[in-house]
Nanobody, 123 residues
């Protein structure tokens, strides 16, 4: 089993920045893909970005150029640097992981999930 714990969320004004972190615990040696998802109020969960063990990244069009996903394999920690935040970025953000190499940025491609952390962007 793998446990994922997010941190770094909060409230920020439009144009501001936040950095989310996700610490992985347990059988992390078999994790080859990690990602970030978000669920805005009243909407379905959607993919934000993913990164595989080798560092290849994938981003949703809505965050390209503003968000950066990265990882520190030695610390078993995943990051999401979010810049130029917009009100539509307001959502619960979830960390996810899977033992397979990254493919589609979709919910059903990830086995392990964190509890989520709130990000609110106000104007």
């Amino acid at each position: 089993q793998v446990q994922l714990v997010e941190s770094g969320g909060g409230s920020v004004q439009v144009g501001g920045s936040l950095r989310l972190s996700c610490a992985a615990f347990g059988y992390t040696y078999n994790i080859y893909c990690m990602g970030w998802f978000r669920q805005p109020p009243g909407k379905e969960r959607e993919g934000v970005a993913s990164i595989n063990w080798y560092g290849t990244t994938n981003y949703a069009d809505s965050v390209k150029g503003r968000f950066t996903i990265s990882q520190d394999n030695a610390k078993n920690t995943l990051y999401l640097q979010m810049n130029s935040l917009k009100p539509e970025d307001t959502a619960m953000y979830y960390c996810a992981a899977d033992p397979r190499l990254c493919s589609l940025l979709e919910v059903n491609q990830f086995r392990y999930w964190g509890q989520g952390i709130q990000v609110t962007v106000s104007s």
